[in-house]
Each structure stands twice: as C-alpha cells, then as structure tokens.
C-alpha cells in the first residue's frame, strides 16, 4: 500500500486510520481508478473461479460435481461478475486512470459524482453478489428472461439480488458516463481539439454516451421486474396477457449497445498500444474515430440479432441480420487500419504490445464468427449452442486482452515500477494458448450441436473429449492470471525504477512523472498536435533526422519531461512553484449516498417474504433507513462547500 | 446432434449449405487477416537503430475506401443467398398437405399433439414425435409456463416456444426413415439441460398403423402384478398427473401415458425405457436422484409397488 500512496502524491499520514479515510474520501481520480482496478481485479479472479467451476462440471458427461441448481448460480453469476463488475470495471479503472491525463486535466468536470461513481459501483457489486451468502443468489442466466424471473416461477431471492444489483451498478455507469462526457467536452488542455484527442479519450467518449444512453432502457425493464415481483404487477406475465418478448427488446435495446460498452475503450487501448510500439503514427486516425461512432450508433439498431428464433417474421430478421452485419464494417476498417499501422514500423514485442496483437488476432475470429450469427438462415442453428459460447468469449475474453495490454502499459506510469517481461512474456503465452485451446473447441461443439446453458450432457454424442479438453485448457488461463499476479507483487515490491516515459510514448500522459502528482500537470500544456509528446520529442513530422534524446524539448520549466521532477513532492494543495493548484477538497458525502442507496436497494429485496429469505414487512424498516442515509448524504452534499 | 454433416431435412439442409458457405468466406477473411498480421510481425521486428524512425505515414485515402468497400461486398454476398432463405423457412411448402402437430412445452418435457389426425379425434403423447418420411410437418408451438426453444437440428433450426398469445410456427420434414434428437435450447430452469426429446421418421404406412393404434386406448389389465400397477395408479395419486385414456386417469400436470409402453426413453429422454423396465423402476422409485428439481416428487413408494406399477405401464403400446 506504500507504493500506492506514493504511486498518487500523497503525503503520508500519521496513523492507518488517517491513511484509510484519506481513500475512503478521496476525490482524486487517480486514487478512485487504483480503488477500481484494486476491485475489479479481484472480481477478475471471482469470475474466473466461477468460470473454472463450471468447466470442472463440464469435464466429463454425466457430471455430478455441482447440481443443477448450484451450476445455474454459477454460470449467471460467472456471465454478470465478468461482464458488470470484470470488465465494465476495468473500463472505468482506465477511464480514471488515462482520460485526464491524456486530455491534460487536473481531473474530471465532477470529482464528488466521480467518488459516488466507484461507491455506487462497489455497494452494487456487493448487493448482486450478497445472494451467495443469503442463500441463493441470481440463477436466471445474465439475460434474466421473462418470465423465469417471475416470482411463481423462480420464488427465490436470487432474481431479486439480480434486479436490485444490476439496478445499482446502472446508477453508478451512468454518473461515470456523464461524467466523462462533460470532462473530455470541458477539461480538454488548450489546443486539444477532439480530433486532436488520443483514440483511447475519443472511445472512453463514445462509451460514455453509449452508458448513459443504453443503461436507462435496463433500468426501466429491471424496474417493471421489480413490480412484478415485489407488488403483483403483470409486465411480464403471460399469465394475465403479457408478451413475455417485451423483456427481451428492453434487455437486449441495452445489451446491445452495452457489448460496444465493454469493447470500445478495449479498442481505445489498442491504439495507444499499437503505434507506441511500431514507432508509428496511428493509421487512419480519422478512419478509427468515424468507426468507434459508426458502430456505436449502429449498436441501438440491432438489438434483434438476440431475438432471431422468437418469431419476429421474415422481414425483422432480414432487417436487423442487415443492420447486424454493418456492423462489420467498420469493425474491419478498424482492424484495417491497426495492421497497416504496424505495417512498416518498427516493431517492439514488450507484453503490452504482445496483448495488443493478440487483440486483433482473437478479435478478428470472434467478428467472424459474429456475421455468421447475423446470417439468419444459419443462426437458426447456431444460437443457444457453444458456437455462441465461442463466439463472445472471442470477443469478451478478448478484450481481456486488451485489459492486460493495458495494465501492462499504465502499470508504470502509476508504480513508477516495470512490470517484468520475462515474467509478462509468460503470463502472455499461458494466457493466449490457454484461451486458444479453452474457447477455440467450442466452435465445433457448437457446430456439433452442443447446446448451452446445460450442466450436464450425456455421453455418446462426440463432446466428450473436447470439453475435457477445454476445461483442462482453462487451467492454462488461471496460472497465466496467476503469474500475473506475482508479477504485481513482485514489481511493487522491487520493480525496476520506470521514469516519466518507459515506452516512449506519445501522449500527454508521459510527460508528466510517474506517479503523477496529486496536481497531475504542474502547467497545463498547450497542445498543437495529435501526438502532442511525440511531435515535441520528434518533431511535427516525425523527422527521423531529429535525434530523439537531443530534440527532446521540455514541457516547461516547472516540469521537466521526466524524472521524480521536484514538483512531485508537493502536496496538492499547496502552491506549486509560486502559482496556486486548486483541488478539490475530500468529501465522504458520496460514500454516504452510495451506501445510502446500495442499502436501500437491498431494502427492497428484503421485503420478499421470510420464507424465501426475506424480511417480509420490515424490509420497509431497511428501505426507508437506506432512503434516510441517502438524503442526509445528498443535502450534505449539496452545502459542502466545494473547496 | 451434428448439423453441419449429414442432415435429414430441406431446411436443415439449406442451413448447413449457408453454413459452410459462412465457413469457407470466413476462412478466407481469416487467412488474410491473421496472415497479414503474422507477416507485420515476422517482417518489422527490426530495431532501426538510433536516430532513425520507420516512415511515419499517417493514412491513405484510396486504401481506407478499398477497406471499406471490400467488406461491404462480402456482406452483400452473405445477404444475398440468406435472405432468400429466410423467407422460404416463413412459409411452408405444401400447406394444404401438410401434417398439422401442436407443441406443448413444459418445465421440462415436451407435449405432442396431432388435433383432429381423424376428424374428432386427437392424439397427445409426451417426448416422442412421430412423423411420417417425406412430408411436411406444421408445428406450432406454446408454452405452460415459461420461454422454451425447439430444436431438431437434423431437421430444422430453433424456433422459440414463448407462453402466452404468442403461437410461434415451424415447417419441417424428414427425408429418410430414422430418429432425430430433440433439445430445448432456451434456458428455462433448473433442469434444462435434460429437457431433451426425438422425432421419428416412419414409413407413410408404418406411420398410419401407429396412427390407427393410438386412436384406440389400451386395453386394461385384468390380473397379475399389471393389474395391482393399475389399481395403485390410482390409490398412490399418478392419475392426478398423469393421463391414460380409456381410465379414469385424467391428470392434465405431468405428461400423457398412455403410450408410455412404447416409447424408447423415460424422463424426457433421460433414462432409456428398457425391455426389463430398469429406468422406470428408477425413475419412479425417485425421480428426484435422476432429474432433480423436476416436478415430480418422490412418492416414498416401496419396491413391490414401483414393479407393479411398472408392469402396468409396460402394458401400455
């Protein structure tokens, strides 16, 4: 924990418990994206522990390692940790880790509603998976379709954890989205134009518009749940008239959009990777951009491409497997572009750049195999079987490539440590095989039509070998993930020294001493170019007559290029250098709120009946007493003065 | 379960050809990709030395069109065959002839009915479809309680079984004589993954003898232990469940018996219906040890009692 006090610029207080409020108060968004990725690591590694359960049930047919009802928890909680907490949470550790600094901001348009974001995010993560402890915890698959999510079909407090989770982690997504619109629009340094933005701020942009966009249609449908559980409303029982399907085109008028959630800012890592690493400006630029906003607009057409066996008619489905397969389109002029950007470089394999590769190589099987779901005839087949399985892991457990490519790349910049590459070069190759030989096979149980969602399969039918297969592969993954983590360790502990700028990189970010101070940039720079660093230390046009070290040029007096500048040592409130950096004062009323509501909302799923697991009645008791905590953190929060 | 090799139905077989079509585009785009890819990393590992960059290119016109184009025609030509296909499976060829079935699901077994096969006369039977080679089949399919999806895959694709007013419709045939397996391909609930089901093909004529012999209910047995199986039928509650026409058994819960001695498999296609009757001993000796969490409870019946009602329901072809 010392090495990540220092890693923000803080001084060091006096006592353990003055060192913990200082973070539970924080409102520096380097400290929230450390307590980010601090908890969403360890959602990774949940996660994963589910995903190994169910590959140990699936290793041979017949299987009674886990009964059906326990399989059930574990794959809906294995597909919500990964997606809401893994990966959306690794997303938001980058965006408060990387925006501002790429933008030269001193932090975010709205610190508090930054803090409440990760609180929100915590407390929520907390109540989706408090069922594990109270019994049952979600069992409906992480589409939750209707209506299995009925309470006389499914009585138990699992798809209430469900509702009320998913409803808490919405709220803190569409804060951080609001809040990094308003900050990429107003924190921008001077000269910053947004096509003069790093491709990963235009992604984190695009995805926040696409979170506060897409996570209201789920808060709606989760809402209609709730009543239909909680006080007998009928949205979606069939059994008083309702179309059931209304579930699916809220959901999926969410979900889609969310997959471009969890993969634009993974593409956003790329390329800030990729032309680090070759030496080389991104290629098409301009190209990348348009892609990003083409595909993100395009998610909220094509919801149906979920909904294609429903019945929808001949004409939906043409419509929407049209749509589906635009989206094609400007994925391969991304890929496009990443490949001609390596083209001709001069290219480094460090581990981040191996993660990057691997991005683009797993990436490209699951686009693949993403038109041929769009291809309506041939989807008829494929959907609910392992092709699928194989299809989004290629693309989510892709993007965990992207995760790594990214820890691996800004790890330095916030230890002030390397990562080591031996080390790194292991984890890649454990990682990648073990991916490979995991999800690769299940293309063809898939085509061999294996379905899924299943625990147990019979034997006879050609699947057993290759799901033995697979879940000895996803071994190979888990001791990738866990050299990693001695890799962490071992790199706080004694990791060698980083400097300001160990890639030589091009952005904003790498100017300033790692870690950055609490201030970030001593002088915010006035930028001129795309690549603001790299044209200062190359030239606007990259001359390769420039000798780099001798054309380096300082970005100013008061902050040198790189080194423990002597402005690191400073407070954030003092006065660097004479000129006075205002920062915002720390305040607990966000984690108040959050608590507030978190509590509240757990409220709610107490008020299922005490046979089930609930309070019954006095579940009010909880929710007005969540309801009260909240309000008294908002008013305090609306009189705290700033600062 | 394997469609993409041989399959026994028109529909099946225009998915499986659109398939290998996607698979063989697919490679190709492929091969490029990660071609392209491996050649960038064979050939541009070179440090260039100090005081050198690589050529610093920032894009080019002509070929971000030609990478935009390129895909659109791909995608034009996976459209193109598709979505003819799409409206081929919407309708049915040979309505007028087709045979007429209504799917039933339920957590988790599957209902069949043929309504009216004879004017007045309908035909329900649980987890086992029979249909005659060569002709079309209509099916339309509902559900009891909760979203189920039904699924051939040697015959047709997935259409979903969604409770409500919703009646989803599917057309499929069989080609040759033979039996097909069925799965629910929705997740519907503790236990879906043995929601399974077959469809077999007869000949015209051995499907129009098995019609004529279900139209007629079983005999009763008159002595023995089937006849005790009979009685306890009644006095341990299956009839509550379950029906057996020609009884006074009426259950509308659980699935139809009453050619429950005919078909191959017990528990929607879980425990094989031996000749020695070994799987519904051991299904109704407690089928919560071999599908737990379905619907049906463990009766607490003693051995004797479970054989007796076994050589009943053995009796019923």
Redesign the interface.
Known sequence: MATLGRAVGVAPRPTFWGYLWSWLTTVDHKRIGIMYGVTTLAYLLIGGLEALLIRLQLSSPENTFLDPETYNQVFTMHGLTMIFLAVMGFNATLFNLVVPLQIGARDVAYPRLNSFSYWMFLFGSLVLNLGWLWGHAPDVGWFGYAPLTGVNVNPTLGPDFYVMGLQALGISSVAAGLNFVATVINHRAPGMSLFRMPVFTWMAFITSFLMIFALPVLAIALIEVMFDRLFGTNFFNPGAGANPLLWQHLFWIFGHPEVYILVLPAMGVISEVLPVFSRKPLFGYPFIVFSGIFIALLSYGVWAHHMFAVGLGPVANTVFGITTMLIGIPTGVKIFNWLATLWRGELRFTTPMLFALAFIAVFTVGGISGVMHATVPSDYQQTDTYFVVAHFHYVVAGIVFAIFAGIYYWWPKYTNRLLDEGLGKLHFWLFFLGFNLTFGPMHLLGLWGMPRRQYTYPAGLGWDFWNAFESASAFLMALGTLVFLINAVKSLRSGAPAGADPWDGRTLEWIIPSPPPAYNFAEIPAVSHRDEFWARKYGAHGAPAHAPAASRRPLSGHNPGDGDGHASDNPGHGDGHGTHIHLPNPSYYPLIVAFGIALGMFGAVMLRPVEVGGLGPLGWAVVGFGALITVFGAYGWSFEPAG | ????GPVAGD??E???W??WY??YL?AA??VF??G??LY??TK?????G???????????PT??VL??V???L??AA??VP??P???S??HAPDEAGALQVEVVGHQWWWEFKYPNIVPGKTITVANELKIPVGRTVIARLT?A???H?F?V?KL?????V?????V??IWFNAREPGEY?G????????????MRFRVTALSPAEFEAWVRTRLSPPALPTGGPARQGYELFGSRGCGGCHTIEGTPYQGKVGPNLTNIGERSTVGAGILPNDPQGEGLFRWIKNPQAVK??NRMPNLGLSDDDVRSIVAYLKTLR
């Open positions: 379960m394997d469609w993409l529909q099946a225009a998915q499986r659109i398939t996607l698979l697919g785009v492929f990709v990660e392209w890819l960038n990393i541009f590992r070179r440090p260039l100090p005081g050198s960059l690589p050529p610093q290119i920032h894009g080019h070929v971000e990478w935009t390129i895909p659109t791909i995608v996976i459209v598709s979505v296909a799409i409206f499976f919407a559900s309680d909760v979203i999806s699924w895959p047709s694709g997935k259409v979903d969604i409770p409500g007013r919703q989803n419709q397996y799965w629910c391909a929705e997740f519907c609930g503790v236990q879906h993954a043995q737990p969490g």
